[in-house]
Nanobody, 114 residues
Framework: QVQLVESGGGLVQPGGSLRLSCAAS????????MGWYRQAPGEQRELVAA???????DYADSVKGRFTISRDNAKNTMYLQMNSLKPEDTGVYYC????????WGQGTQVTVSS
């Protein structure tokens, strides 16, 4: 199983930007479709951005045009560039396979507030 560690979250004002990173252990990272999931307070976890092993991407309507997912298979790393952040983007962000399997990491907290 690939071990995943998220980082890069924080407190940002509405309209601001953050870049999340996901470091993966294991050489098989490159074969998986991967995604960023978000769990807002009191809500179920949802997939907000996904990327195939070949680099094709897809986004939830709520983040389309504002978030960009990317991956560097040589570095076993995935990123989520988040621009024009809104308060409703607040939540814990997780990187995981698509579809997910195994246990989840701790995620990284993103708080958008003035």
């Amino acid at each position: 199983q690939v071990q995943l560690v998220e980082s890069g979250g924080g407190l940002v004002q509405p309209g601001g930007s953050l870049r999340l990173s996901c470091a993966a252990s294991g050489s098989i990272f490159s074969i998986y479709a991967m995604g960023w999931y978000r769990q807002a307070p009191g809500e179920q976890r949802e997939l907000v951005a996904a990327i195939t092993s070949g680099g094709n991407t897809d986004y939830a309507d709520s983040v389309k045009g504002r978030f960009t997912i990317s991956r560097d298979n040589a570095k076993n790393t995935m990123y989520l560039q988040m621009n024009s952040l809104k308060p409703e983007d607040t939540g814990v962000y997780y990187c995981k396979e698509v579809p997910p399997f195994g246990s989840w990491g701790q995620g990284t907290q993103v708080t958008v507030s003035s």
